[in-house]
Each structure stands twice: as structure tokens, then as C-alpha cells.
């Protein structure tokens, strides 16, 4: 199973931008599908959006469709997280993980099984102070 490891959280402002990045760090090869994840203190973690590797299917919730976009390159064998418009229900912990099992992305009905996913980081720390 590959490992991960986030990087690129900070601290923004309300309406900000920001860009998180996702690696393997046991040098394997992302594939089937890639998440972005993320928690607050006390609370479930929750799908942001998940990148069907290859293919380049994207899904997201509804909390951050049209604000975030997920991506893949796959030459740099990464997958990032673009966050624009960041508002203050946005912060959290952002985790990436993988589900290698992936084959295909349908909303209907959710996509985000965390269970499925494994590899996680440790998290990068997404604050937006107000």
C-alpha cells in the first residue's frame, strides 16, 4: 500500500487561495483513486474531493465544488488540491489518502468511502483566521 504525506497548508484569509500537495513517500506509483480528506477537532473526517488516477475523473463535495479543484500529475507522481475562496468553515486538517481498489467515480450514491482508503498522512493544517 503506498504511503502518503501532505504538504502545503497554512494560514489564509477569508476568500484566500491555497494549494495543497499529495506524495508518495515509498516511491509507488499513485493509482486508482486519490483523496483529499478533512477533520476538525471532534468531528468525523469528510470527503473533499477524490481524483480517479489516469482517467482524471474528479468528484466533489458540495461544500467545495467550484471553489476547489483537484488534480494529478502523473509525471510528478502527485495529486494536489486547489483551494480558492477559502472560507472560514474550511479549516481543518487535510489528509490525502488512496483507494487502490478505484476503478470508477459515481456520485450516486457517494464516492467518499473513507473506509476504503488507505495510505494516509499525517495531515497538513489548513487555518483561516478571521
Known amino acids: 500500500q503506498v504511503q502518503l504525506a501532505e504538504s502545503g497548508g497554512g494560514s489564509v484569509q477569508t476568500g484566500g487561495s491555497l494549494r495543497l500537495s499529495c506524495a508518495a513517500t515509498d516511491g509507488r506509483y499513485l493509482s486508482g483513486c486519490m483523496g483529499w480528506f478533512r477533520q476538525t477537532p471532534g468531528k468525523e473526517r469528510e470527503g473533499v474531493a477524490l481524483i480517479l488516477i489516469g482517467a482524471g475523473t474528479t468528484y466533489y463535495d458540495d461544500s467545495v465544488k467550484g471553489r476547489f479543484t483537484i488534480s494529478q500529475d502523473n509525471v510528478k507522481n502527485m495529486v494536489y488540491l486547489e483551494m480558492n475562496a477559502l472560507e472560514s468553515e474550511d479549516a481543518a486538517m487535510y489528509y490525502c489518502?488512496?483507494?487502490?481498489?478505484?476503478?470508477?467515480?459515481?456520485?450516486?450514491?457517494?464516492?467518499?468511502?473513507?473506509?476504503?482508503?488507505?495510505?494516509w498522512g499525517k495531515g497538513t493544517l489548513v487555518t483561516i483566521p478571521s
Open positions: 489518502a488512496a483507494n487502490s481498489q478505484c476503478t470508477t467515480i459515481n456520485g450516486n450514491p457517494s464516492p467518499f468511502e473513507t473506509y476504503r482508503y488507505r495510505g
